[in-house]
């Protein structure tokens, strides 16, 4: 039987051999980083040694960080207490806390007029689409940008960012609120005062010290072209699927996009049905559309940049990652072009 293909790296990246080894030695380190004893003392060091890890490799050692339990909690310690703005392209847990009136174009870029009253997501998890980010923009999401391309905070413009730990590699349920020191965020977890205050509870130290391994291999395989790579074979794919697109949309591809991401729209042949034909094919990817209670929406995303009902309910994700070679595409395409011509065939 052979071996399944996993495309679906903007969901989720393959846990890395480092952070499994950092995790693994978190779980010798007995005690509380909150305890004062030399053994609570060991566990604080090692995290605050791991602190420095992650805003080194996100290019913020000037900053502040607040360990959370992913981006949907940082998004939600980021913008409680704010009045932020933000396009209908942004992920649930941005667009929940804020008010969508930015406009976007049909290239999927948002036009920001008020930085300091604005969240952007630097890049879009279903489309891979790259915003320009204006100084002092309030909060930035970083999700799927950090460790695809090079990212410096400092620099970047944003005065607050979400990372997250799975999407690089590293253990899921572990993320991280990064902001410019003097600013202030509204506590939503409140207890024992850890975290500076900002987030109660005691930290999950085996997350976070897997959470810095990834990190810092991240940004070691994009320096070495790793991204680059990647870059390539997305070449090979989408020349690939376009010989047997017929009809098909390749969204975002003329824009600045992420290197791993394709996202395809062939009206009609819904995205949660491409999903499970490709997973009975042996292939993981993801549906541009989100399903509910047994029923399909539109893609929101999709919507937003201006395609209709039917078109952004019949979009299919590819992401890949650095271990996804010209083979595995390859053979994604000829399955995905095979599925699609039976498709074109019974709707004739």
């Known amino acids: 039987m052979r071996a399944r293909t996993y495309l679906d790296w903007n969901a989720t990246a393959p846990l890395r051999p480092e952070a499994r080894a950092a995790m693994r030695e978190a779980m010798d380190l007995v005690g509380n980083p909150s305890s004062v004893h030399a053994e609570g003392r060991a566990a604080k ?63 999927g870029r948002v036009t920001v007029t008020a930085p300091v009253q604005s969240a952007l997501q630097a890049a879009n998890s279903e489309t891979g689409i790259l915003q320009t980010i204006p100084n002092d923009t309030a909060l930035v999401d970083f999700t799927q940008a950090f460790g695809k391309i090079p990212v410096a905070f400092s620099w970047s413009g944003a005065q607050i960012g979400l990372i997250s730990a799975h999407k690089i590699g590293g253990p899921k349920g572990i993320g991280a609120v990064v902001f410019r020191r003097g600013l202030d965020l509204a506590a939503q977890i409140k207890g024992g005062g850890q975290e500076m205050g900002w987030r109660s509870g005691t ?28 870059a390539e074979i997305r070449k090979i794919l989408e020349l ?6 017929h009809q098909t949309i390749f969204v975002g591809k003329g824009s600045d996009r992420l290197p791993n991401t394709t996202n395809i ?40 940049m201006g395609f209709d009902d039917v078109a952004a309910a019949s979009a299919l994700r590819i992401s890949l990652g650095p271990d996804v070679t010209e083979e595995d595409v390859l053979r994604f395409a000829e399955a995905w072009c095979k599925a699609r011509d039976r498709y074109a065939a019974r709707a004739a």
């Open 265 to 304: 729209v062939s009206p009609g042949w819904k995205g949660e049905t491409q999903v499970m034909q490709m997973d009975l094919a042996g292939f993981a990817v993801s549906a541009g559309s989100a399903c509910s209670s047994g029923k399909v929406r539109s893609s929101r995303v999709l919507s937003a």
């Open 203 to 230: 930290e999950n130290l085996i997350g976070i010290m897997g959470f810095s391994a990834a990190a810092e291999a991240s940004q070691k395989e994009l320096s070495e072209g790793a991204w680059d790579r990647v």
């Open 45 to 107: 060091a090692a995290m605050e040694k791991a602190r420095a890890q992650v805003l080194s490799a996100f290019g913020a050692d000037d900053c502040d960080l607040v360990f959370v339990s992913g981006a949907t909690e940082g998004a939600a310690l980021a913008c409680a207490g704010r009045d932020l703005h933000c396009a209908r392209i942004e992920h649930d847990a941005v667009l929940s806390w804020c008010t969508p009136d930015l406009p976007v174009d049909s290239a």
């Open 240 to 245: 690939a699927l376009h010989s047997g697109a």
